[in-house]
């Protein structure tokens, strides 16, 4: 099987709907879906989770292992959303993303996703605890608790959140111009586009199954949150419109993290983002001090590893 064996990867910030995707589709029976895998993680490993970034490894050979027997087997790669990754390093997540693993870049728009982040965290709320196959459920607890809390985080910080998104993004998008095949799946369609990602993962499932799975999931979607939530939520969602606009353009362009920051190769400035992020922080030079303490944060001791980053990042805003 292994040779015939079709592979899958999503890719994601956090809280765009993965574990759901993932979840659902484990639902049919030629696929198998489990882990979370994670890159140079800065938080506790939980049973779900799969670390890349040990010499080596094979994100292959990793899904292969899940269930050898089946026709199509994933996982999911969610990227950090609390520092920039190290772009000198990227080369060895490139390497252990095999070109013939699909690659599912998911997206969803960063007010929501900032604000589910915020105040829930990892939450995620689900059915049943265990199934007969590899299923992602496995490995993950029912949380019958759906209460959310008010995030007390400055503007500034929820600024440098969204600054991430979008860097992982473009991080995605190099992604998906390595990988043999690559699509893009927004989070607020994906249920009526789930026939068209059966198909891009190599399944059999007609249209009437996968729309059945996707009528009863196993992880729900959890109930619309306020935007109160946030301090200053309507400058905090400007601030992410402008991100948006320049990641849509980047995934239409097939502009990748490489290509947003060779400045003799494209022009991609994210028009009007300065003035937002100096609206939302109350401050003119507001962008330059959320991205110095994003480089801090993200470099801690080793920080000539992002000086090069952050200020082309400076430049091109």
Request: proline share 3%; net charge neutral.
């Amino acid at each position: 099987m292994a040779d015939s064996q079709k592979k899958f990867l999503f890719v994601s910030n956090p809280r765009c709907g993965s574990t759901w995707l993932a979840a659902t589709f484990g639902k049919l029976e030629d696929v198998a879906v489990d882990y979370e895998f994670c890159w140079k993680q800065d938080f506790e490993l939980q049973d779900i989770h799969m670390p890349m970034d040990r010499d080596g490894f094979s994100t292959s050979q990793t899904l292969e292992a899940i269930a050898p027997s089946s026709l199509v087997v994933g996982s999911k790669l969610v990227l950090d959303a609390h520092r920039l990754i190290d772009y000198q390093s990227l080369d060895s997540l490139f390497r252990a993303i095999e070109k013939e693993v699909r690659i599912i870049h998911l997206q969803r728009n960063y007010f929501d996703s900032l604000l589910s982040l915020e105040a829930r965290g990892a939450v995620q709320h689900i059915d049943i605890s265990g199934k007969n196959k590899a299923s992602i459920t496995n490995r993950m607890k029912p949380i019958e608790d759906l209460g959310a809390k008010d995030s007390s985080k400055p503007p500034s910080e929820l600024v440098r959140k969204l600054l991430i998104f979008f860097c992982n993004d473009l991080v995605a998008n190099e992604l998906c111009k390595r990988a043999d095949k690559a699509t893009h799946l927004d989070y607020e369609t994906a249920a009526k586009d789930a026939p068209r990602i059966a198909q891009f993962m190599g399944l059999n499932a007609g249209r009437d199954e996968v729309e059945a799975i996707f009528s009863n999931p196993d992880v729900k979607k959890l109930p619309q949150l306020s935007p109160n939530r946030l301090a200053s939520h309507e400058k905090i969602s400007a601030v992410a419109s402008v991100l948006e606009r320049a990641r849509n353009k980047a995934s239409h362009e097939n502009l990748s993290l490489f290509d947003f920051l060779d400045t003799k190769r494209y022009d991609l400035r994210v028009s009007g983002l300065r003035e937002a992020v100096a609206d939302a922080t109350e401050h003119k030079n507001g962008l330059d001090k959320c991205l110095i303490r994003l480089f801090r944060k993200s470099a801690g001791t080793n920080a000539g590893v992002f000086r090069q980053l952050v200020w082309k990042l400076k430049e091109r805003f």
